[in-house]
């Protein structure tokens, strides 16, 4: 094969993670052969990619259908999952076939989600077109819906039966779509591998202005490694804890003050930004807790700001970002958790922390004006 690369996710059923570009090859043999049938999952805007992929599947011998399932959010929903249960009733999937989601993380969410109801589970390969789902939502087995409560309310962990990271699909992704994902790369740069966080800073002109096709040799590379690296992270992370009994949680740094953002913004920040924002913050915290050098919290302003991401929040909000993280589905009784740092790569767990100090780490938060609007990686662009 080319040189992509395979990182193995080890657990109770090891898998591939396969980066590299026009993998869509491999696909079978992921699926594996004791499948007969095969649904490929992909919103509408990845319709021709789908069809391409249908009838690679059907070359390959597969009985391959597709579905069609909403853009983003609205894909996971109950409404939505049980139109494809319904779908798989008609096409009468068995235990040995398989389901494929293409797309981004709602589509990869979704797609693993009825993959782990259909008959208490089914094979799911996840082919994951932005650069937020190769290096988080499609690996690692969390698969879930929202309901009108909140988001991944209900879900399931489930391991896929393997991941394609095909970096062609980067080439039409949005500049901020790219900047957003970027973030979770900063996140596991600082959570657990510094060299990330030296191709961000080295490349960060390059990257914020990411021009897709037109993007140098050179910045395809540095984004190669860049997910590679982080998969990597990932992949050591939820073979040791899939459930999240203990060290997966660090791949949380920086979420609990982003889900809040999120959920005060109703949903129109994008996870990336948001959870930007919730990393100065944790950054903060670690170094009120005592244990986080000055130049370590600098150093997440300095790169986060180089990729044009958010860093500051408003300040008049404090009061429902906290009891949004009262509520977050992390927390444990009325216990607020955070990850923290107490420094690069070596992330603890702050619990319970004094509100005080909650309060000081906000005010640096607060301190600068809020940035954010039209121009910028923070609002979603709603299609
Ligand atoms: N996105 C965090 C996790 O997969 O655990």
Not at 19 to 32: D, F, M, S, T
Not at 172 to 186: C, I, K, M, T, Y
Request: net charge negative; with cysteine; hydrophobic share 45%.
């Amino acid at each position: 094969m080319n040189d992509a690369a395979r990182i193995t996710v080890q657990g109770a059923v090891p898998y591939d993670v396969v980066v590299g570009r026009h993998l869509l090859g491999e696909l079978p043999a992921l699926i594996g052969p004791d499948a007969r049938k095969v649904l490929v999952i992909h919103p509408a805007a990845l319709s021709t990619t789908a069809d391409v992929l249908q009838e690679d599947l059907r070359a390959s011998g597969y009985d391959a259908y597709v579905a069609e399932v909403p853009d983003a959010e609205e894909a996971k929903t109950a409404q939505v999952a049980a139109f494809l249960w319904g779908l798989l009733g008609q096409l009468d999937f068995t235990r040995t076939d398989a389901i494929v989601g293409v797309g981004g993380g709602a589509t990869t969410d979704l797609a693993g989600f009825v993959a782990a109801t259909w008959l208490r589970g089914i094979r799911v390969v996840q082919v994951p077109t932005t650069l937020l789902a190769m290096v988080d939502a499609a690996v690692g087995g969390k698969t879930g819906i929202n309901t009108a409560e909140g988001k991944n309310l209900v879900g399931a962990f489930h391991p896929p039966a393997g991941v394609l990271c095909d970096l062609a699909s980067l080439e039409s992704l949005d500049r901020w779509d790219l900047v957003a994902g970027l973030a979770e790369v900063v996140k596991t740069g600082f959570i657990a591998d510094p060299r990330i966080l030296e191709l961000v800073e080295e490349h960060a002109d390059a990257l914020r202005g990411w021009a897709g096709a037109e993007a140098a040799p050179e910045t395809w590379a540095v984004l190669a490694e860049l997910i590679e690296r982080s998969v990597r992270v990932k992949a050591a992370v939820v073979g040791e804890d899939l459930k999240e009994a203990g060290l997966r949680e660090i791949l949380n740094y920086g979420h609990t003050l982003g889900h809040a953002i999120e959920l005060t913004e109703r949903y129109q920040w994008r996870h990336g930004a948001a959870v930007s924002v919730g990393m100065v913050f944790a950054a903060e915290l670690g170094r009120m807790a005592g244990k986080l050098p000055d130049d370590v919290v600098d150093r997440h302003r300095a790169i986060l700001t180089s990729l044009g991401l958010p860093v500051s929040y408003r300040g008049d909000k404090w009061d429902q970002l906290l009891s949004a993280m009262r509520r977050d589905k992390k927390s444990r009784g009325d216990l607020l958790r955070f990850v923290v740092l107490d420094d690069v790569a070596q992330p603890t767990r702050l619990e319970g922390p004094d509100p005080a100090l909650l309060v000081a780490a906000y005010a640096e938060v607060a301190k600068e004006p809020p940035t954010g609007g039209p121009g910028t990686p923070v609002q979603l662009t709603l299609g």
